[in-house]
T-cell receptor, first 112, second 111 residues
């Protein structure tokens, strides 16, 4: 039990669909993150939230839209994705931005 | 521009022997280094970390060594066990806390 859960674990969507990924942390942390992991590439940081405010946006296309309604929940809203967006999307949390991050199991996304 | 590099995509080691995983970095501002372990279909799990004020940190079978002058980090696992078979990611951060990850090394521990 990592304390960070993600749903769904697997998602297949068409390029015109709208879907959302959900992350929840049960660790009392104040910072949350979205990462993308493509095959054979390092994890790429997408977004960072600290105390529900976005503090980092790593030039991510606007078809990815994060939402952090409170310090325990983080969403990634997906709209008109491309096949190259197929990847493992990982959520992480930490007590503070500069502290050790703990990851969820990820959502395996396939865009057709 | 990849600032953290793991040049060995895979490593095979016999059970009971030592596994040595290497990681090189280019950013001299990095001051905190971590190793994560990842099993298939799971997220990365934090394993061990070291700050730049130290050159060694040990936790059970896992030891991380930091050579700042060479900008090199290594993870030693001894003795290696079958459950250690996984992908290991090296990560580093500068003061602002944004982690940069390496591409990972697949470790296979054979009987």
């Amino acid at each position: 039990e990592t304390g960070v859960t993600q749903t769904p674990r697997h998602l297949v969507m068409g390029m015109t669909n709208k879907k959302s990924l959900k992350c929840e942390q049960h660790l009392g942390h104040n910072a949350m993150y979205w990462y993308k992991q493509s095959a054979k590439k390092p994890l790429e940081l997408m977004f960072v939230y600290s105390l529900e405010e976005r503090v980092e946006n790593n030039s991510v296309p606007s078809r990815f839209s994060p939402e952090c309604p409170n310090s325990s929940h983080l969403f990634l809203h997906l709209h008109t994705l491309q096949p190259e967006d197929s990847a493992l999307y990982l959520c992480a949390s930490s007590r503070a931005v500069q502290e050790t991050q703990y990851f969820g199991p990820g959502t395996r996304l396939l865009v057709l | 521009d990849q600032q953290v590099k793991q040049n060995s995509p895979s490593l095979s080691v016999q059970e009971g022997r030592i596994s040595i995983l290497n990681c090189d970095y280019t950013n001299s501002m990095f001051d905190y280094f971590l190793w994560y372990k990842k099993y298939p279909a799971e997220g990365p799990t934090f394993l061990i970390s070291i700050s730049s004020i130290k050159d060694k940190n040990e936790d059970g079978r896992f030891t991380v060594f930091l050579n700042k002058s060479a900008k090199h980090l290594s993870l030693h696992i001894v003795p290696s066990q079958p459950g250690d078979s996984a992908v290991y990611f090296c990560a580093a951060s500068a003061n602002e806390g944004k982690l940069q990850f390496g591409a990972g090394t697949q470790v296979v521990v054979t009987p």
